[in-house]
């Protein structure tokens, strides 16, 4: 058995709501959460970075980890947004957990599933014997344009997964991806803040992405939407997921826990693991999750979950978290991004 031993996350305390950003810019903020299904989003504040967060996120995983954390061996971070350009931000997260150097360290990119395509990595490290333990991390401060779509969207958090064979919570059952050259969003050296292409970020690249990697999942698991009690997708906004999980066949209430983009924003790499570790919430010890993620470039990857008896040794609130916030206006929000 391989799969998740525990887990963590982090969500700043600090909202911006999608009605303070469209006043600013005299627009209807009812037309805009009516078209996105976002109300507010979560904001890193000045002294806060993708870093500072995984390093939250994972010492909360590590809480709950029931071995040494010497025995981990591997760390991926998985960001759009890391610290440097140039210098591994994993190291400096190793280093921060006090982790000995005999580990294996690696940044990941890939939109926003690096970290998915960084625990996939990982575990063919621990399946093929080469390590117990590994930590893998999603974190991103992000951010758009001022005046831009992705303005109302572009969130910050972090989730941290630390994986293993040893009392695992979430197993992995399997998994599959689907990829292609598809440049529906970029951003070149150099240039701050994203472009995208608009509509063409959705059927072609989103839903075709998705819709590919969980066909040709259930067709190698001969799994069926009916059979999950839970299903978690990407998040960019509250539109996108609903509509790819109704077109493969799952049903509102196997999505409707994972659906936390309405008030926490698209935390990019992290936005997905947010929508399964609400889920872990609740979850019970064999329930089956469908999992998949999005990374713009482009890619998915899809995942077969099962939860098993040790998930309640770490389980953590998520919903807590979400109600400990502030709300700030948007000097303030341009002032913690950096922009002013």
């Given at each position: 058995?391989?799969?998740?031993?525990?887990?963590?996350?982090?969500?700043?305390?600090?909202?911006?709501?999608?009605?303070?950003?469209?006043?600013v810019w005299g627009k209807n903020y009812l037309e805009i959460e009516k078209s996105l299904l976002v109300k507010e989003k979560t904001v890193a504040s000045v002294d806060e970075d993708?870093?500072?967060?995984?390093?939250?996120?994972?010492?909360?995983?590590?809480?709950?980890?029931?071995?040494?954390?010497?025995?981990?061996?591997?760390?991926?971070?998985?960001?759009e947004t890391p610290p440097y350009a140039v210098n591994p931000t994993s190291t400096i997260l190793a280093e921060f957990l006090g982790l000995k150097n005999d580990y294996l360290a690696n940044d990941h990119q890939f939109a926003c599933k690096?970290?998915?395509?960084?625990l996939i990595s990982g575990l063919g490290l621990i399946k093929g014997g080469v390590f117990d333990y590994g930590l893998v991390v999603a974190s991103d401060k992000a951010t758009?344009?001022?005046?831009?779509?992705?303005?109302?969207?572009?969130?910050?958090?972090?989730v941290a997964l630390i994986i293993g064979k040893n009392n695992v919570a979430l197993e992995i059952i399997n998994q599959q991806s689907f990829s292609s050259d598809t440049p529906d969003f970029w951003r070149r050296e150099g240039i701050r803040h994203p472009s995208h292409g608009g509509r063409f970020t959705g059927k072609p690249s989103y839903f075709y992405h998705i819709h590919q990697?969980?066909?040709?999942?259930?067709?190698?698991?001969?799994?069926?939407?009916?059979?999950?009690n839970y299903a978690v997708f990407h998040m960019p906004n509250g539109?996108?997921?609903?509509?790819?999980?109704?077109?493969?066949?799952?049903?509102?209430?196997?999505?409707?826990?994972?659906?936390?983009?309405?008030?926490?924003?698209?935390?990019?790499?992290a936005s997905a693991l947010m929508g399964l570790v609400s889920v872990l919430e609740e979850a019970k010890s064999d329930d089956l999750i469908f999992f998949c993620?999005?990374?713009?470039?482009?890619?998915?990857?899809?995942?077969?979950?099962?939860?098993?008896?040790?998930?309640?040794?770490?389980?953590?609130?998520?919903?807590?978290?979400?109600e400990n916030k502030k709300y700030i206006d948007y000097s303030t929000?341009?002032?913690f991004m950096g922009m002013i």
């Open positions: 058995m391989i799969g998740i031993v525990s887990y963590g996350f982090y969500l700043p305390i600090w909202r911006i709501t999608t009605k303070e950003i469209a006043s993708s870093l500072t967060m995984a390093f939250e996120s994972s010492s909360l995983a590590l809480k709950n980890f029931p071995d040494k954390k010497e025995k981990i061996k591997f760390v991926f971070f998985g960001s690096a970290a998915t395509g960084a758009g344009k001022p005046h831009d779509a992705l303005e109302y969207t572009a969130a910050s958090g972090s990697a969980a066909k040709l999942l259930f067709e190698k698991t001969k799994l069926k939407p009916k059979d999950f539109k996108f997921p609903q509509e790819v999980a109704f077109g493969l066949g799952f049903e509102k209430k196997q999505i409707e826990k994972s659906l936390v983009v309405s008030y926490l924003g698209n935390s990019y790499t993620s999005y990374g713009s470039g482009a890619g998915s990857d899809a995942f077969v979950f099962r939860a098993t008896k040790y998930l309640e040794k770490v389980r953590l609130s998520f919903r807590s978290s979400i929000y341009l002032k």
